[in-house]
């Protein structure tokens, strides 16, 4: 009687046990589902608060001012596509220079001006880094640790204030406002994320192919150049596209430093600064058709990148 | 012996060719641009643009204006401060939060990841112009039609609102490198970690928090060392809504300096000295904070 009685309660015990597991996990799979939930609805409204101005801009972009007035969000009754046409007229940008008087900027010439930027300041930057990633990652040198522990400092030394010393340096070496000069010398900050990305994607590949190179008489220079950068070049074309990116739609630096040189990036951010300052006559949809043009180059440039983008970018630490 | 100092010189030729552009440009507007700051931060300039030397009395004269109560200096540099504080609070969990999501690929994840590159790829400076335009024409007019006011501020005219105004757009738009690079360093990852963790029985929060966060603990800290770096760099979105024309209430310590320098153009040069003698303090405090931070990161890797 006795042992069926320990019998009866182990039994009872092991099952209580197991219901009470059962019911841990199923809470546990009812937290999980529900944070799943939960995140995915969040990262929902976020995206629709980015689409949400995105297509605001393009029904605008095809109103005419009244239909925007009256009709802020709903969708055009005249679809009016020649705000685009028209947007351009307003885009040229008239500046006064030092000895030449008002001058007018035209579209080509400004698209022209982004365009240079937009190229070369990339190429310059992502060759110049690659060449010194490749060297401080692959070379053993005298200085080799010393100049990566530089690169490391220099990367998080904040350094603040230094625009006034910078726009003297600008001047002095002629920089400021003189465009060549300006792309040969866009990559003076050689230290900074490209470097960590670069840094590390040479440090992974296989020092063989360079040696068997060696032995067959290959030069220094045709290791980097015909092998290496080669392997290198999904990351370098993705560095490339994010630096076109951002110089694409960089308004500030002809703000600053190349103020004879007005891209259009600039020439859009000035357009719309004026208008919200009620001083020139494009219209809101004007200005959103505007938008939508200086959006097309980037937008085609990453739908075409998109995948090398989204799997090429790694950062690893900063340790020195 | 010969060929081994030939091979030698090749090498080093080859190193100082590839590293000589890169250096002379880093000497000049790096170390160049650093050294004459601080050199400007102890000159003076005249009307005429003589330079004479000038002591300790341009940071005498930037001490005077924090302890005279310039309410602008000190409370850019506490808003810049304010800045990074809620991008370490609110935005990192979200960061990682969000990113683990795309990277266990869990429903709609493939849509998502495009959908949130759209600052990186419209680039901030349109999404910032649209937002101003949405934020201070449409929203206004959205609310009124929705009956939730008629009298909805524009969120960034109204001085009452334009630095939680700003520092919204800030978290806003700031999702889109995070949620590309964090998700990356979590697919390098192996996969057999994660599968054999799966055997064993972890659930998904036991995933982040006991394999995925230790494992991207390099690139966590990289982005918090860069970002306390950045604190007194960062500059906001400021010049793209106001150009040099920003409320008061809103500016930060770099746009403040931006300010300085790039109005009353015939004259500011004057203030350069004050300026860079302002800089070097700001430098000198903020860059022995992002050493230690630094310090303390590297000491807790649990990759180590």
């Not at chain 2, 500016?251 to 500011?268: C, D, H, I, W």
Request: hydrophobic residues 50%; positive net charge.
């Amino acid at each position: 009687m006795n042992i069926k009685n320990i019998i009866n309660k182990k039994l009872k015990k092991n099952h209580q046990g197991k219901v009470r597991a059962a019911h841990e996990t199923a809470t546990i799979s009812f937290i999980v589902a529900a944070s799943k939930v939960l995140i995915c609805v969040s990262i929902l409204i976020y995206c629709l608060s980015l689409l949400v101005p995105l297509f605001w801009m393009l029904i605008t972009s095809l109103k005419d001012q009244y239909d925007y007035a009256t009709n802020l969000f709903g969708f055009p009754t005249i679809y009016k596509f020649s705000n685009y046409k028209n947007v351009l007229k307003f885009l040229p940008v008239k500046a006064t220079i030092v000895g030449l008087g008002t001058v007018q900027y035209s579209i080509g010439l400004m698209t022209l001006n982004s365009l240079l930027r937009a190229v070369f300041c990339p190429l310059l930057i992502v060759m110049c880094q690659a060449m010194v990633s490749y060297v401080l990652s692959k070379y053993k040198f005298v200085g080799n640790n010393v100049i990566y522990m530089i690169g490391i400092v220099v990367m998080i030394t904040p350094i603040i204030g230094s625009l006034p010393s910078a726009m003297q340096v600008a001047k002095a070496v002629g920089t400021y406002d003189n465009m060549f000069m300006n792309i040969i010398t866009c990559s003076s900050n050689i230290f900074g994320l490209y470097f960590l990305i670069l840094y590390g994607m040479f440090k992974g590949v296989p020092w063989e192919y360079a040696e068997a190179a060696f032995i067959d008489g290959a030069s220094d220079y045709t290791v980097f150049f015909k092998i290496m950068l080669p392997m290198a070049l999904p990351t370098c074309a993705v560095l490339f596209v994010l630096s076109f990116l951002g110089v694409w739609n960089d308004y500030a630096t002809p703000l600053i430093w190349l103020p004879s040189y007005p891209n259009l990036a600039y020439a859009l951010y000035i357009l719309q600064i004026n208008s919200s300052a009620g001083a020139v006559g494009a219209t809101t949809p004007m200005i959103m058709a505007g938008f939508a043009i200086i959006m097309i180059p980037t937008v085609l440039l990453y739908f075409i990148s998109q995948n090398l983008i989204v799997s090429k970018l790694n950062v690893g630490g900063l340790k020195g | 012996m010969k060929t081994v100092t030939k091979n030698t010189i090749k090498k080093y030729s080859f190193i100082v060719s590839m590293m000589i552009y890169p250096a002379i440009l880093f000497f000049i507007f790096y170390v160049g641009v650093n050294v004459n700051s601080v050199l400007l931060a102890f000159q003076k300039v005249d009307i005429a643009g003589r330079i004479s030397f000038n002591g300790l009395n341009n940071f005498k004269n930037f001490f005077s204006l924090l302890i005279a109560g310039d309410n602008l200096v000190s409370a850019s540099i506490f808003r810049s401060l304010s800045m990074f504080a809620i991008n370490l609070v609110i935005c990192m969990p979200l960061y990682i939060i969000f990113s683990f999501y795309l990277y266990k690929k869990f429903i709609f994840y493939k849509i998502f990841r495009m959908i949130i590159m759209i600052p990186a790829i419209v680039s901030t400076f349109i999404i910032c112009l649209l937002f101003k335009k949405f934020v201070d024409l449409a929203l206004p007019q959205l609310m009124a039609q929705l009956g939730i006011s008629d009298n909805f501020p524009k969120l960034l005219s109204d001085q009452r609102y334009t630095f939680q105004t700003t520092l919204f757009y800030m978290i806003w738009v700031s999702f889109s490198t995070s949620l590309l690079v964090y998700p990356n360093a979590m697919n390098a990852i192996g996969v057999q970690i994660i599968e054999s963790a799966e055997i064993d029985g972890v659930n998904i929060f036991q995933e982040l928090w006991h394999i995925v966060l230790p494992l991207i603990y390099p690139t966590i800290s990289t982005f918090l060392i860069t970002g306390v770096a950045a604190i007194f760099i960062q500059q906001g979105p400021l010049m793209a809504f106001y150009m040099y024309n920003a409320p008061p209430e809103t500016y930060n310590f770099s746009y403040y300096m931006l300010v300085e320098v790039m109005t009353n153009t015939s004259s500011n040069y004057l203030k350069f000295p004050l300026l860079a003698a302002m800089g070097v303090i700001i430098t000198l405090i903020s860059a022995p904070v992002t050493y230690i931070v630094k310090f303390i990161l590297d000491k807790n890797d649990p990759t180590v």
